[in-house]
Protein backbone atom coordinates (compact mmCIF):
# COMPACT_ATOMS: atom_id res chain seq x y z
CA UNK A 1 0.00 0.00 0.00
CA UNK A 2 1.96 3.11 -1.05
CA UNK A 3 1.78 6.53 0.93
CA UNK A 4 -0.82 8.23 -0.82
CA UNK A 5 -3.36 5.24 -0.68
CA UNK A 6 -2.62 5.66 3.74
CA UNK A 7 -3.04 8.96 3.92
CA UNK A 8 -6.29 8.98 2.37
CA UNK A 9 -7.84 6.59 4.98
CA UNK A 10 -6.04 8.46 7.62
CA UNK A 11 -8.37 11.34 6.25
CA UNK A 12 -11.27 9.14 5.78
CA UNK A 13 -11.19 7.68 9.32
CA UNK A 14 -10.79 11.12 10.64
CA UNK A 15 -13.65 12.55 9.28
CA UNK A 16 -15.43 9.45 10.65
CA UNK A 17 -14.70 9.74 14.33
CA UNK A 18 -15.66 13.41 14.11
CA UNK A 19 -18.76 12.89 12.18
CA UNK A 20 -19.50 10.11 15.30
CA UNK A 21 -18.47 12.82 17.64
CA UNK A 22 -20.51 15.43 16.09
CA UNK A 23 -23.68 13.30 16.57
CA UNK A 24 -22.87 12.29 19.98
CA UNK A 25 -22.11 15.97 21.34
CA UNK A 26 -25.61 16.82 19.29
CA UNK A 27 -27.34 14.27 20.58
CA UNK A 28 -26.49 14.72 24.73
CA UNK A 29 -26.79 18.41 24.14
CA UNK A 30 -30.22 17.95 23.39
CA UNK A 31 -30.86 15.62 25.89
CA UNK A 32 -29.66 17.90 28.50
CA UNK A 33 -31.92 20.46 27.81
CA UNK A 34 -34.84 17.79 28.31
CA UNK A 35 -36.77 18.04 31.47
CA UNK A 36 -35.52 14.70 33.76
CA UNK A 37 -38.26 12.97 35.84
CA UNK A 38 -38.65 9.68 38.35
CA UNK A 39 -40.15 6.86 37.13
CA UNK A 40 -43.02 7.81 40.19
CA UNK A 41 -43.78 10.98 38.99
CA UNK A 42 -44.26 9.50 35.84
CA UNK A 43 -46.84 7.27 36.90
CA UNK A 44 -48.39 10.25 39.17
CA UNK A 45 -48.41 12.28 36.30
CA UNK A 46 -50.41 9.76 34.02
CA UNK A 47 -52.91 8.81 36.81
CA UNK A 48 -53.92 12.57 36.89
CA UNK A 49 -54.14 12.71 32.97
CA UNK A 50 -50.99 14.88 32.34
CA UNK A 51 -49.38 12.76 29.71
CA UNK A 52 -49.45 13.27 26.25
CA UNK A 53 -47.60 10.58 24.60
CA UNK A 54 -44.47 8.83 25.00
CA UNK A 55 -41.80 6.85 23.19
CA UNK A 56 -40.21 3.84 24.24
CA UNK A 57 -36.52 3.43 23.46
CA UNK A 58 -35.32 0.38 25.00
CA UNK A 59 -35.15 1.10 28.70
CA UNK A 60 -35.59 4.87 28.04
CA UNK A 61 -38.75 6.67 27.55
CA UNK A 62 -38.99 10.91 26.40
CA UNK A 63 -42.80 12.19 26.12
CA UNK A 64 -44.42 15.46 26.19
CA UNK A 65 -47.38 16.54 28.98
CA UNK A 66 -50.72 17.63 27.12
CA UNK A 67 -50.14 21.48 28.65
CA UNK A 68 -46.46 21.63 27.20
CA UNK A 69 -46.39 20.01 24.06
CA UNK A 70 -43.16 21.86 22.56
CA UNK A 71 -40.68 20.55 25.98
CA UNK A 72 -40.01 17.08 26.72
CA UNK A 73 -39.15 15.22 29.66
CA UNK A 74 -37.26 11.58 29.88
CA UNK A 75 -37.05 9.15 32.26
CA UNK A 76 -36.00 5.52 32.68
CA UNK A 77 -37.53 2.48 33.25
CA UNK A 78 -36.38 -0.89 34.46
CA UNK A 79 -36.44 -3.69 31.45
CA UNK A 80 -40.26 -5.98 31.15
CA UNK A 81 -42.30 -3.39 33.03
CA UNK A 82 -45.26 -4.39 31.99
CA UNK A 83 -47.44 -2.20 34.40
CA UNK A 84 -46.13 1.46 33.22
CA UNK A 85 -48.01 0.04 29.60
CA UNK A 86 -50.96 -0.57 31.39
CA UNK A 87 -51.00 2.53 33.84
CA UNK A 88 -50.35 5.07 30.64
CA UNK A 89 -53.25 3.08 28.26
CA UNK A 90 -55.99 3.36 30.98
CA UNK A 91 -55.82 7.39 31.07
CA UNK A 92 -55.48 7.89 27.02
CA UNK A 93 -51.13 8.11 26.36
CA UNK A 94 -50.30 7.65 23.25
CA UNK A 95 -47.46 4.79 23.32
CA UNK A 96 -44.96 4.44 20.31
CA UNK A 97 -42.01 1.99 21.00
CA UNK A 98 -38.84 1.65 19.25
CA UNK A 99 -37.31 -1.50 17.49
CA UNK A 100 -33.64 -1.53 19.88
CA UNK A 101 -32.82 -4.97 18.07
CA UNK A 102 -30.33 -2.88 15.04
CA UNK A 103 -29.22 -0.26 17.18
CA UNK A 104 -26.71 -2.08 19.50
CA UNK A 105 -23.94 -1.57 17.27
CA UNK A 106 -24.75 2.09 16.83
CA UNK A 107 -25.16 2.72 20.83
CA UNK A 108 -21.40 1.00 21.09
CA UNK A 109 -20.00 2.88 18.30
CA UNK A 110 -21.83 6.06 19.35
CA UNK A 111 -20.18 5.31 23.47
CA UNK A 112 -16.86 4.40 21.62
CA UNK A 113 -16.89 7.76 19.68
CA UNK A 114 -14.61 9.39 22.14
CA UNK A 115 -12.05 7.14 22.77
CA UNK A 116 -12.30 6.81 18.64
CA UNK A 117 -11.51 10.47 18.10
CA UNK A 118 -8.32 10.43 20.90
CA UNK A 119 -6.87 7.70 19.54
CA UNK A 120 -7.16 8.91 15.81
CA UNK A 121 -6.03 12.46 16.61
CA UNK A 122 -3.11 10.41 18.52
CA UNK A 123 -2.47 8.54 15.60
CA UNK A 124 -2.60 11.25 12.97
CA UNK A 125 0.09 13.67 15.32
CA UNK A 126 2.77 10.78 15.60
CA UNK A 127 2.37 10.14 11.51
CA UNK A 128 3.24 14.08 10.97
CA UNK A 129 5.81 14.17 13.70
CA UNK A 130 7.61 11.30 12.12
CA UNK A 131 6.96 12.60 8.82
CA UNK A 132 8.18 15.70 9.71
CA UNK A 133 11.50 14.24 11.25
CA UNK A 134 12.02 12.43 7.87
CA UNK A 135 11.75 15.54 5.93
CA UNK A 136 14.72 17.35 8.43
CA UNK A 137 16.62 14.29 7.95
CA UNK A 138 16.43 14.35 4.43
CA UNK A 139 17.65 17.67 4.29
CA UNK A 140 21.12 15.91 4.80
CA UNK A 141 20.56 13.19 1.86
CA UNK A 142 22.01 13.80 -1.53
CA UNK A 143 20.23 15.13 -4.03
CA UNK A 144 22.36 13.39 -6.22
CA UNK A 145 20.67 11.90 -9.64
CA UNK A 146 21.57 8.14 -10.78
CA UNK A 147 21.61 8.31 -14.41
CA UNK A 148 18.51 5.52 -15.29
CA UNK A 149 19.78 2.87 -17.96
CA UNK A 150 16.21 3.45 -19.53
CA UNK A 151 17.04 7.53 -20.73
CA UNK A 152 18.61 7.92 -23.87
CA UNK A 153 22.53 7.85 -23.43
CA UNK A 154 24.78 10.13 -25.26
CA UNK A 155 27.83 8.48 -26.21
CA UNK A 156 31.54 9.97 -27.34
CA UNK A 157 29.94 9.68 -31.48
CA UNK A 158 28.04 12.54 -30.14
CA UNK A 159 30.72 14.42 -28.71
CA UNK A 160 33.18 16.03 -31.31
CA UNK A 161 36.44 18.80 -31.32
CA UNK A 162 38.00 17.37 -28.28
CA UNK A 163 39.67 14.03 -29.00
CA UNK A 164 42.08 14.74 -26.11
CA UNK A 165 39.56 14.76 -23.53
CA UNK A 166 37.58 11.97 -24.98
CA UNK A 167 41.16 10.18 -24.97
CA UNK A 168 41.72 10.31 -21.30
CA UNK A 169 38.15 10.15 -20.44
CA UNK A 170 37.84 6.76 -22.29
CA UNK A 171 41.06 5.03 -19.92
CA UNK A 172 38.95 6.24 -16.84
CA UNK A 173 36.05 4.02 -18.21
CA UNK A 174 38.78 1.19 -19.16
CA UNK A 175 40.23 1.43 -15.18
CA UNK A 176 36.14 0.61 -13.92
CA UNK A 177 35.88 -2.03 -16.38
CA UNK A 178 39.22 -3.87 -16.43
CA UNK A 179 40.80 -2.81 -13.01
CA UNK A 180 42.60 -5.77 -12.24
CA UNK A 181 44.72 -5.02 -15.82
CA UNK A 182 46.23 -1.73 -14.34
CA UNK A 183 46.56 -3.07 -10.38
CA UNK A 184 48.44 -6.42 -11.75
CA UNK A 185 51.58 -4.00 -12.15
CA UNK A 186 50.70 -1.51 -9.15
CA UNK A 187 49.34 0.87 -10.37
CA UNK A 188 46.32 2.87 -8.19
CA UNK A 189 43.39 4.36 -10.01
CA UNK A 190 42.98 7.68 -10.41
CA UNK A 191 40.01 9.10 -7.45
CA UNK A 192 39.28 12.25 -9.30
CA UNK A 193 39.22 13.79 -13.00
CA UNK A 194 38.76 17.66 -12.83
CA UNK A 195 37.41 18.91 -16.93
CA UNK A 196 38.77 22.33 -17.02
CA UNK A 197 37.61 24.70 -19.60
CA UNK A 198 35.68 28.14 -20.82
CA UNK A 199 32.07 27.60 -20.89
CA UNK A 200 30.64 26.40 -23.54
CA UNK A 201 33.25 23.86 -24.74
CA UNK A 202 31.44 20.31 -23.98
CA UNK A 203 32.62 19.70 -19.99
CA UNK A 204 28.96 18.36 -19.24
CA UNK A 205 27.90 16.73 -22.81
CA UNK A 206 31.94 14.90 -21.84
CA UNK A 207 30.55 13.55 -18.44
CA UNK A 208 27.15 12.41 -19.96
CA UNK A 209 28.82 10.70 -22.97
CA UNK A 210 31.31 9.14 -19.90
CA UNK A 211 27.89 7.85 -18.49
CA UNK A 212 26.19 6.36 -21.53
CA UNK A 213 29.57 4.56 -22.32
CA UNK A 214 30.95 3.27 -18.99
CA UNK A 215 27.94 0.67 -18.08
CA UNK A 216 28.31 1.35 -14.59
CA UNK A 217 26.28 3.62 -12.12
CA UNK A 218 26.72 7.09 -12.45
CA UNK A 219 25.70 9.60 -10.19
CA UNK A 220 25.32 13.42 -10.98
CA UNK A 221 24.98 16.10 -9.20
CA UNK A 222 25.71 20.22 -8.82
CA UNK A 223 27.94 21.78 -6.38
CA UNK A 224 24.93 24.54 -5.48
CA UNK A 225 22.87 21.28 -4.75
CA UNK A 226 25.10 20.64 -1.46
CA UNK A 227 24.59 23.93 0.33
CA UNK A 228 21.72 25.16 1.79
CA UNK A 229 20.45 27.72 4.78
CA UNK A 230 20.90 25.11 7.46
CA UNK A 231 24.38 24.83 8.76
CA UNK A 232 26.00 21.68 8.58
CA UNK A 233 23.59 20.25 5.41
CA UNK A 234 26.21 20.67 2.72
CA UNK A 235 28.51 18.17 4.49
CA UNK A 236 26.44 15.68 5.57
CA UNK A 237 25.11 15.30 1.41
CA UNK A 238 28.95 14.85 0.85
CA UNK A 239 28.70 11.82 3.43
CA UNK A 240 25.68 10.37 1.97
CA UNK A 241 26.92 10.67 -1.59
CA UNK A 242 29.90 8.98 -0.98
CA UNK A 243 28.20 6.31 0.91
CA UNK A 244 25.64 5.70 -1.92
CA UNK A 245 28.83 5.70 -4.37
CA UNK A 246 30.09 2.91 -1.85
CA UNK A 247 26.89 0.74 -2.26
CA UNK A 248 27.38 0.47 -5.75
CA UNK A 249 31.17 0.90 -6.50
CA UNK A 250 32.20 0.56 -9.27
CA UNK A 251 30.75 4.32 -10.05
CA UNK A 252 31.31 7.78 -10.99
CA UNK A 253 30.23 10.62 -9.07
CA UNK A 254 29.82 13.80 -11.35
CA UNK A 255 30.14 17.35 -9.54
CA UNK A 256 29.08 19.81 -12.17
CA UNK A 257 30.40 23.69 -11.31
CA UNK A 258 32.59 22.57 -8.42
CA UNK A 259 33.95 26.08 -7.97
CA UNK A 260 30.36 26.90 -5.92
CA UNK A 261 31.58 24.64 -2.96
CA UNK A 262 35.57 23.71 -4.02
CA UNK A 263 36.69 27.86 -3.45
CA UNK A 264 39.68 28.68 -1.81
CA UNK A 265 39.31 28.77 1.65
CA UNK A 266 40.11 31.53 3.99
CA UNK A 267 38.94 33.99 1.34
CA UNK A 268 35.64 34.54 2.39
CA UNK A 269 34.69 38.58 3.36
CA UNK A 270 32.48 37.49 6.47
CA UNK A 271 35.34 35.20 8.24
CA UNK A 272 36.96 31.83 7.65
CA UNK A 273 34.43 29.43 9.04
CA UNK A 274 31.34 29.22 6.97
CA UNK A 275 29.11 26.52 5.24
CA UNK A 276 30.91 26.05 2.52
CA UNK A 277 34.13 25.83 4.03
CA UNK A 278 32.81 22.79 6.53
CA UNK A 279 30.95 21.23 2.90
CA UNK A 280 34.49 21.79 1.00
CA UNK A 281 36.45 20.12 3.96
CA UNK A 282 34.20 17.03 4.13
CA UNK A 283 34.64 16.80 0.33
CA UNK A 284 38.19 15.98 0.80
CA UNK A 285 38.18 13.81 3.74
CA UNK A 286 36.18 11.95 1.25
CA UNK A 287 37.99 11.62 -1.34
CA UNK A 288 42.16 11.10 0.31
CA UNK A 289 41.31 10.51 3.99
CA UNK A 290 41.78 7.72 6.64
CA UNK A 291 38.33 5.25 4.71
CA UNK A 292 39.27 3.91 1.04
CA UNK A 293 36.82 4.94 -1.53
CA UNK A 294 38.00 2.08 -4.08
CA UNK A 295 35.95 1.63 -7.14
CA UNK A 296 34.36 5.18 -6.92
CA UNK A 297 35.37 7.91 -9.73
CA UNK A 298 34.81 11.81 -8.91
CA UNK A 299 34.39 13.53 -12.09
CA UNK A 300 34.10 17.17 -11.83
CA UNK A 301 33.96 19.96 -14.17
CA UNK A 302 34.50 24.17 -13.78
CA UNK A 303 35.41 26.86 -15.81
CA UNK A 304 37.35 28.66 -12.74
CA UNK A 305 39.90 26.21 -11.81
CA UNK A 306 41.95 29.55 -10.62
CA UNK A 307 39.74 30.16 -7.34
CA UNK A 308 39.84 26.12 -6.43
CA UNK A 309 41.68 25.12 -2.79
CA UNK A 310 45.10 23.44 -3.54
CA UNK A 311 44.34 20.86 -1.60
CA UNK A 312 41.31 20.08 -3.62
CA UNK A 313 43.37 19.79 -6.69
CA UNK A 314 46.51 18.15 -5.53
CA UNK A 315 47.31 14.34 -6.44
CA UNK A 316 45.21 12.03 -4.76
CA UNK A 317 42.08 13.88 -5.07
CA UNK A 318 42.04 15.44 -8.79
CA UNK A 319 44.52 13.40 -10.10
CA UNK A 320 43.85 14.24 -13.94
CA UNK A 321 43.07 17.83 -15.39
CA UNK A 322 41.55 17.33 -18.35
CA UNK A 323 41.75 20.77 -20.27
CA UNK A 324 38.75 20.96 -22.65
CA UNK A 325 39.51 24.23 -24.60
CA UNK A 326 37.71 25.67 -27.65
CA UNK A 327 38.17 24.12 -30.77
CA UNK A 328 40.35 24.62 -33.75
CA UNK A 329 39.79 24.51 -37.31
CA UNK A 330 38.88 20.59 -37.76
CA UNK A 331 37.23 20.14 -34.20
CA UNK A 332 34.82 22.82 -35.79
CA UNK A 333 34.18 21.37 -38.66
CA UNK A 334 33.61 18.18 -36.64
CA UNK A 335 31.20 19.37 -34.20
CA UNK A 336 29.17 20.95 -37.37
CA UNK A 337 29.00 17.53 -38.74
CA UNK A 338 27.38 16.18 -35.14
CA UNK A 339 24.77 19.41 -35.09
CA UNK A 340 23.97 18.93 -38.73
CA UNK A 341 23.34 15.41 -38.76
CA UNK A 342 19.56 16.01 -38.26
CA UNK A 343 18.99 18.47 -40.58
CA UNK A 344 18.82 18.22 -44.56
CA UNK A 345 21.32 20.09 -46.24
CA UNK A 346 22.10 21.65 -49.41
CA UNK A 347 24.90 20.57 -51.64
CA UNK A 348 25.74 24.40 -51.32
CA UNK A 349 26.59 24.08 -47.43
CA UNK A 350 30.33 23.56 -46.93
CA UNK A 351 31.13 22.86 -43.38
CA UNK A 352 35.28 23.23 -43.87
CA UNK A 353 34.68 27.55 -44.85
CA UNK A 354 32.18 27.62 -42.09
CA UNK A 355 34.90 25.94 -39.61
CA UNK A 356 37.06 28.60 -41.27
CA UNK A 357 34.90 31.34 -40.29
CA UNK A 358 34.19 30.79 -37.32
CA UNK A 359 37.43 31.28 -35.09
CA UNK A 360 37.31 31.05 -31.54
CA UNK A 361 33.52 29.72 -31.17
CA UNK A 362 33.00 26.88 -28.68
CA UNK A 363 30.80 24.07 -29.23
CA UNK A 364 27.69 25.58 -27.99
CA UNK A 365 28.42 28.71 -30.33
CA UNK A 366 28.64 26.08 -32.94
CA UNK A 367 25.17 23.74 -32.22
CA UNK A 368 23.62 27.97 -32.31
CA UNK A 369 24.64 28.82 -35.30
CA UNK A 370 23.22 25.20 -36.68
CA UNK A 371 20.07 25.91 -35.13
CA UNK A 372 19.69 29.42 -36.05
CA UNK A 373 20.33 28.54 -40.08
CA UNK A 374 17.91 25.98 -39.47
CA UNK A 375 15.25 28.26 -38.14
CA UNK A 376 16.03 30.78 -40.77
CA UNK A 377 15.79 28.46 -43.36
CA UNK A 378 12.26 27.18 -41.88
CA UNK A 379 11.15 31.06 -41.82
CA UNK A 380 11.22 30.83 -45.76
CA UNK A 381 9.56 27.43 -46.31
CA UNK A 382 12.40 26.15 -47.44
CA UNK A 383 13.30 22.17 -48.04
CA UNK A 384 16.66 22.13 -47.06
CA UNK A 385 19.59 24.40 -45.33
CA UNK A 386 20.94 26.44 -47.96
CA UNK A 387 24.62 27.91 -47.45
CA UNK A 388 23.73 32.03 -47.20
CA UNK A 389 21.00 30.50 -43.99
CA UNK A 390 24.68 29.60 -42.76
CA UNK A 391 26.09 33.05 -43.05
CA UNK A 392 23.43 34.78 -41.76
CA UNK A 393 22.97 32.76 -38.92
CA UNK A 394 27.10 33.10 -38.24
CA UNK A 395 26.84 36.81 -38.78
CA UNK A 396 23.80 36.82 -36.21
CA UNK A 397 25.72 34.96 -33.41
CA UNK A 398 28.67 36.88 -34.01
CA UNK A 399 28.15 40.36 -34.64
CA UNK A 400 24.11 40.21 -33.47
CA UNK A 401 20.46 40.30 -35.08
CA UNK A 402 19.73 42.97 -37.58
CA UNK A 403 18.17 46.03 -36.02
CA UNK A 404 16.22 47.07 -38.96
CA UNK A 405 14.10 49.25 -37.04
CA UNK A 406 16.41 51.66 -36.43
CA UNK A 407 16.35 54.24 -38.89
CA UNK A 408 19.66 56.57 -39.05
CA UNK A 409 19.34 59.77 -41.00
CA UNK A 410 21.38 60.52 -43.96
CA UNK A 411 24.18 62.22 -42.32
CA UNK A 412 24.79 59.28 -40.11
CA UNK A 413 24.71 56.89 -43.05
CA UNK A 414 27.90 59.34 -44.59
CA UNK A 415 29.21 59.67 -41.31
CA UNK A 416 29.12 55.47 -40.54
CA UNK A 417 30.20 54.74 -44.17
CA UNK A 418 33.64 56.93 -43.97
CA UNK A 419 34.46 55.32 -40.58
CA UNK A 420 34.15 51.95 -41.40
CA UNK A 421 35.68 52.45 -44.78
CA UNK A 422 38.94 54.18 -42.71
CA UNK A 423 38.87 50.84 -40.48
CA UNK A 424 38.69 48.53 -43.66
CA UNK A 425 41.63 50.19 -45.82
CA UNK A 426 43.88 50.66 -43.46
CA UNK A 427 43.53 46.89 -42.35
CA UNK A 428 43.65 46.03 -46.14
CA UNK A 429 46.89 47.95 -47.05
CA UNK A 430 48.93 47.50 -44.09
CA UNK A 431 51.21 44.13 -43.18
CA UNK A 432 50.42 41.06 -40.57
CA UNK A 433 46.78 42.32 -40.51
CA UNK A 434 43.86 39.35 -40.61
CA UNK A 435 42.11 39.08 -43.96
CA UNK A 436 38.81 40.80 -44.28
CA UNK A 437 35.86 38.75 -43.62
CA UNK A 438 32.82 41.97 -44.83
CA UNK A 439 32.13 45.41 -43.26
CA UNK A 440 28.61 46.89 -43.21
CA UNK A 441 27.02 49.70 -42.17
CA UNK A 442 23.41 47.91 -41.29
CA UNK A 443 22.66 48.32 -37.55
CA UNK A 444 23.36 44.47 -35.77
CA UNK A 445 23.22 43.87 -31.96
CA UNK A 446 24.65 46.69 -30.51
CA UNK A 447 26.64 48.15 -33.79
CA UNK A 448 25.64 50.79 -36.04
CA UNK A 449 28.77 49.47 -38.25
CA UNK A 450 30.97 46.72 -38.07
CA UNK A 451 34.53 45.25 -39.74
CA UNK A 452 34.50 41.77 -39.34
CA UNK A 453 38.07 40.02 -39.91
CA UNK A 454 38.71 36.45 -41.46
CA UNK A 455 41.93 34.89 -39.83
CA UNK A 456 43.42 32.24 -42.05
CA UNK A 457 44.22 30.32 -39.26
CA UNK A 458 43.89 29.45 -35.45
CA UNK A 459 46.34 32.26 -33.24
CA UNK A 460 47.82 31.44 -30.02
CA UNK A 461 49.92 33.71 -29.55
CA UNK A 462 50.65 37.25 -31.69
CA UNK A 463 53.46 39.55 -32.43
CA UNK A 464 54.35 43.19 -32.15
CA UNK A 465 54.11 43.72 -35.39
CA UNK A 466 49.80 42.17 -35.40
CA UNK A 467 49.25 44.31 -32.38
CA UNK A 468 50.56 47.56 -34.12
CA UNK A 469 48.78 46.52 -36.76
CA UNK A 470 45.24 46.15 -34.48
CA UNK A 471 46.28 49.54 -33.18
CA UNK A 472 46.08 51.14 -36.44
CA UNK A 473 43.44 49.75 -37.76
CA UNK A 474 41.40 50.68 -34.50
CA UNK A 475 42.90 54.28 -35.17
CA UNK A 476 41.56 54.00 -38.77
CA UNK A 477 38.10 55.41 -37.82
CA UNK A 478 39.17 58.79 -36.52
CA UNK A 479 41.51 59.53 -39.09
CA UNK A 480 38.94 58.77 -41.44
CA UNK A 481 36.36 61.32 -39.57
CA UNK A 482 39.08 64.11 -39.56
CA UNK A 483 40.44 63.88 -43.13
CA UNK A 484 36.96 63.35 -45.09
CA UNK A 485 34.42 64.72 -42.33
CA UNK A 486 36.51 67.43 -41.04
CA UNK A 487 35.37 66.98 -37.63
CA UNK A 488 35.12 64.31 -34.55
CA UNK A 489 32.06 62.20 -33.39
CA UNK A 490 31.75 59.94 -30.49
CA UNK A 491 31.92 56.95 -32.73
CA UNK A 492 35.15 56.49 -32.28
CA UNK A 493 35.21 56.16 -28.52
CA UNK A 494 35.10 52.61 -28.40
CA UNK A 495 37.62 52.20 -30.49
CA UNK A 496 39.84 54.49 -28.59
CA UNK A 497 39.17 53.02 -25.54
CA UNK A 498 40.20 49.69 -26.57
CA UNK A 499 44.02 50.66 -27.87
CA UNK A 500 44.48 52.65 -25.42
CA UNK A 501 43.57 48.97 -23.33
CA UNK A 502 45.97 47.07 -26.01
CA UNK A 503 48.48 49.34 -25.72
CA UNK A 504 49.08 49.74 -22.36
CA UNK A 505 48.76 45.50 -22.14
CA UNK A 506 51.66 46.27 -24.56
CA UNK A 507 53.48 47.72 -22.01
CA UNK A 508 52.56 46.51 -18.63
CA UNK A 509 51.81 42.35 -19.38
CA UNK A 510 53.53 41.68 -22.56
CA UNK A 511 56.95 43.74 -22.61
CA UNK A 512 57.13 45.48 -26.08
CA UNK A 513 57.90 48.52 -24.84
CA UNK A 514 61.29 50.32 -24.67
CA UNK A 515 60.69 49.94 -20.45
CA UNK A 516 62.09 46.27 -21.59
CA UNK A 517 60.82 43.00 -20.71
CA UNK A 518 58.96 43.92 -17.33
CA UNK A 519 55.49 43.19 -15.61
CA UNK A 520 54.07 46.37 -14.27
CA UNK A 521 50.98 46.33 -11.86
CA UNK A 522 49.65 43.15 -9.74
CA UNK A 523 46.31 42.04 -10.15
CA UNK A 524 44.60 41.43 -6.54
CA UNK A 525 41.48 39.13 -7.27
CA UNK A 526 39.19 38.36 -4.43
CA UNK A 527 38.30 35.15 -4.87
CA UNK A 528 35.15 35.12 -2.64
CA UNK A 529 33.98 37.73 -5.40
CA UNK A 530 35.56 35.68 -8.19
CA UNK A 531 36.69 38.88 -10.21
CA UNK A 532 39.49 41.14 -10.51
CA UNK A 533 38.51 44.54 -8.27
CA UNK A 534 42.11 46.14 -7.89
CA UNK A 535 45.43 46.64 -9.76
CA UNK A 536 48.09 46.93 -7.47
CA UNK A 537 50.66 49.62 -8.13
CA UNK A 538 54.13 48.13 -7.21
CA UNK A 539 55.85 50.56 -9.20
CA UNK A 540 56.95 54.17 -9.01
CA UNK A 541 55.41 57.54 -9.60
CA UNK A 542 58.68 58.10 -12.18
CA UNK A 543 58.01 54.31 -13.79
CA UNK A 544 54.11 55.58 -14.42
CA UNK A 545 55.24 58.31 -16.08
CA UNK A 546 57.32 56.14 -18.60
CA UNK A 547 54.70 53.66 -18.77
CA UNK A 548 52.05 56.59 -19.76
CA UNK A 549 54.69 57.74 -22.40
CA UNK A 550 55.12 54.40 -24.08
CA UNK A 551 51.26 53.75 -24.04
CA UNK A 552 51.02 57.46 -25.76
CA UNK A 553 53.46 56.13 -28.00
CA UNK A 554 52.54 53.55 -29.35
CA UNK A 555 48.81 55.48 -30.16
CA UNK A 556 50.25 57.92 -31.61
CA UNK A 557 52.26 55.94 -34.16
CA UNK A 558 49.13 54.12 -34.72
CA UNK A 559 47.13 56.97 -35.05
CA UNK A 560 49.84 58.95 -37.68
CA UNK A 561 49.92 55.82 -39.17
CA UNK A 562 46.65 55.54 -40.52
CA UNK A 563 46.68 59.51 -40.93
CA UNK A 564 49.03 58.72 -43.84
CA UNK A 565 47.26 55.75 -45.31
CA UNK A 566 43.93 56.96 -45.51
CA UNK A 567 45.41 60.66 -46.50
CA UNK A 568 47.26 58.74 -49.47
CA UNK A 569 44.32 56.85 -50.72
CA UNK A 570 41.87 59.49 -50.95
CA UNK A 571 40.18 58.00 -54.36
CA UNK A 572 39.75 54.79 -53.10
CA UNK A 573 38.20 55.78 -49.78
CA UNK A 574 35.59 58.04 -51.92
CA UNK A 575 34.87 54.99 -53.72
CA UNK A 576 34.80 52.55 -50.93
CA UNK A 577 32.27 55.10 -48.89
CA UNK A 578 29.74 55.90 -51.76
CA UNK A 579 29.78 51.50 -52.06
CA UNK A 580 28.72 51.13 -48.91
CA UNK A 581 26.01 54.17 -48.89
CA UNK A 582 24.39 52.22 -52.06
CA UNK A 583 24.95 48.47 -51.40
CA UNK A 584 25.33 48.75 -46.96
CA UNK A 585 27.25 45.67 -47.07
CA UNK A 586 30.54 45.01 -48.97
CA UNK A 587 32.52 41.48 -48.97
CA UNK A 588 35.52 40.75 -49.47
CA UNK A 589 35.49 40.30 -52.67
CA UNK A 590 34.22 44.03 -53.16
CA UNK A 591 36.81 45.54 -50.91
CA UNK A 592 39.35 43.90 -53.09
CA UNK A 593 37.97 45.28 -56.28
CA UNK A 594 37.21 48.65 -54.73
CA UNK A 595 41.06 48.96 -53.72
CA UNK A 596 42.45 47.62 -57.20
CA UNK A 597 39.86 50.59 -59.13
CA UNK A 598 37.76 47.84 -60.67
CA UNK A 599 34.01 48.21 -61.24
CA UNK A 600 31.64 46.34 -58.64
CA UNK A 601 29.64 43.32 -60.20
CA UNK A 602 26.02 44.21 -60.00
CA UNK A 603 23.77 43.56 -57.00
CA UNK A 604 22.18 40.15 -57.52
CA UNK A 605 19.87 37.88 -55.24
CA UNK A 606 22.38 35.71 -52.94
CA UNK A 607 19.06 32.99 -53.08
CA UNK A 608 18.85 32.60 -56.73
CA UNK A 609 18.39 28.64 -57.80
CA UNK A 610 17.60 27.99 -54.01
CA UNK A 611 14.26 25.72 -53.34
CA UNK A 612 11.60 27.70 -51.70
CA UNK A 613 8.01 26.56 -50.72
CA UNK A 614 6.53 30.23 -51.69
CA UNK A 615 9.15 32.37 -53.69
CA UNK A 616 9.60 34.51 -51.12
CA UNK A 617 12.91 34.07 -50.52
CA UNK A 618 13.66 35.08 -54.21
CA UNK A 619 13.70 38.25 -52.96
CA UNK A 620 16.17 38.61 -50.39
CA UNK A 621 19.62 39.78 -50.82
CA UNK A 622 22.47 38.77 -49.33
CA UNK A 623 23.03 39.13 -45.69
CA UNK A 624 23.40 43.09 -44.53
CA UNK A 625 24.99 43.91 -41.24
CA UNK A 626 24.96 47.53 -39.10
CA UNK A 627 27.15 50.23 -37.32
CA UNK A 628 27.70 51.15 -34.00
CA UNK A 629 25.79 53.66 -32.05
CA UNK A 630 27.71 56.64 -30.50
CA UNK A 631 28.71 58.53 -27.52
CA UNK A 632 30.93 56.52 -25.87
CA UNK A 633 30.36 53.29 -27.52
CA UNK A 634 32.23 53.49 -30.84
CA UNK A 635 32.32 51.32 -33.99
CA UNK A 636 33.35 47.87 -33.58
CA UNK A 637 36.03 46.26 -35.53
CA UNK A 638 36.10 42.30 -34.21
CA UNK A 639 39.57 40.30 -34.73
Given at each position: MNSTVKQILIWVFMATCLFVAWQFVVKNTGAGQDKAISLTQLLNDADAGKISDVVVNGSEVTGHYRDDVKNQFHTV?????????????????????????????LNLLINLAPFALLLGLWFFMIRQMQSGGNKAMSFGKSKARLLSMQQKKITFKDVAGVDEAKEELKEIIEF??????????????????LLVGPPGTGKTLLARAVAGEANVPFFSISGSDFVEMFVGVGASRVRDLFEQGKKNAPCIIFIDEIDAVGRHRGAGLGGGHDEREQTLNQLLVEMDGFEANDGVILVAATNRPDVLDPALLRPGRFDRRVIVDRPDIRGREEVLKVHSKKIPMAEDVNLNVLARGTPGFSGADLANMVNEAALTAARFNRKSVHMYDFEVAKDKVMMGAERKSMLLTDEEKRVTAYHEAGHTLVSALREHSDPLHKVTIIPRGMALGVTVYLPEEDQHTVTRDYLETRLATLMGGRCAEEIFLKQMTTGAGNDIERSTELARKMVCEFGMSNLGPMTYGKKEEQIFLGREIAQHRDFSDDTAKQIDAEVRRFVEAAYKSAYTILDSNQDIMHRMAAALLERETLDAAEIKLIIEGKELPAVRSALSGVDSGNGEAQKVLKPESGRKPGFGEGHTSPA
Open positions: IPANYPDMYTTLRSHGVNINVKDTSGSTWLRESQKFQRLGGRIPKGV
